[in-house]
């Protein structure tokens, strides 16, 4: 069978088995949207390389140890633990990216494009950048949760372990997230548009 029509968890297998070139597949497959996930986090290039090479570091050593538990979402566990990295990386350095328009990790790049006509591209393009200033102005606990539900579609449990908090603490920081942003929208008195 060839390799393009292989799963992650075929290749996966494959390389536990002895085959490297089964990983090199699995790394191409991802390695562009990995890669462009941390620049566009972090702008800049020598880090982005260090944190993908650590990135990919890391996710061999925990297939190697047998840690990987595959339900489907490679792609996804990848990007959690490139994630968790820039985190790592941006807690040692007392400096979180932000979520405002140019600067920084951006939960609503993430939304998918149905070919709009340019007038409901337009208002979407409004709606997100409203939404992105909302999210700007949230606390960072609050943010930080929000993002990590959001985008990496992370358990609260998961969100709890990563941030050292309670799952209740988790909870509650993504209620008070989403309180917030009910507020700030009604103070700003934003239309949402469909």
Known sequence: MESQFLSDQELI??????????????????????????????????????????????????????KYNDQGKFLPWVNRIAHNLIIDHFRRNKKMPTTNGGEGFDIFDIISDNRKNVEEQHIKDQVLADVRKLVHELPDDQKEVLMMRMYFDMSFKEIADRTNVSINTALGRMRYALINLRKMVDREKYTFSN
Do not use: P
């Open 13 to 66: 297998q494959q390389y536990l088995d002895g085959k490297e070139s089964a990983f090199e597949r699995l790394l191409n497959r991802y390695k562009d949207r990995v890669y462009s996930y941390i620049l566009f986090t972090i702008k800049d290039d020598v880090l982005a390389n260090d944190i993908f090479q650590e990135t990919f570091m890391k996710v061999i050593r925990t297939l190697k140890r047998g």
